[in-house]
């Protein structure tokens, strides 16, 4: 069973940034694809960005710019580095690692961005 550890959600004001890591327990992390979404309350849950098995990288147009995901394999994480955040990025961050069966998704992290 693996376990994902979230960790650097917060307060930060508009222009800040943050970041997000994403700890999977286990040895299978670099089979999955790992990514994260996010959600406010009374909206569906939105992908934000992915990283592949194979390093590839993807993002929702609203962050393209702004947010940067990375991996680390042999630390078993995934990061989400945002900058310039805006109030309308404020949301539950989760972190999911998917691809393969079965599937998991982390506990989530809040990100509020207000001043």
């Known amino acids: 069973q693996v376990q994902l550890v979230e960790s650097?959600?917060?307060?930060?004001?508009?222009g800040g940034s943050l970041r997000l890591s994403c700890a999977a327990s286990g040895s299978i992390f670099s089979l999955y694809i790992v990514g994260?979404?996010?959600q406010t309350p009374g909206k569906q849950r939105e992908w934000v960005a992915y990283s592949n098995s194979g390093g590839s990288t993807n993002y929702v147009d609203s962050v393209k710019g702004r947010f940067t995901i990375?991996?680390?394999n042999a630390k078993n994480t995934v990061y989400l580095?945002?900058?310039s955040l805006k109030p309308e990025d404020?949301?539950?961050y989760y972190c999911r690692l998917?691809?393969?069966?079965?599937?998991y998704w982390g506990q989530g992290t809040q990100v509020?961005?207000?001043?």
């Open 98 to 103: 998917w691809g393969r069966s079965p599937e």
């Open 70 to 72: 990375s991996r680390d």
């Open 81 to 83: 580095q945002m900058n």
């Open 8 to 14: 650097g959600g917060g307060l930060v004001q508009p």
């Open 36 to 38: 994260w979404y996010r």
């Open 90 to 92: 404020t949301a539950v």
């Open 112 to 115: 509020t961005v207000a001043s």
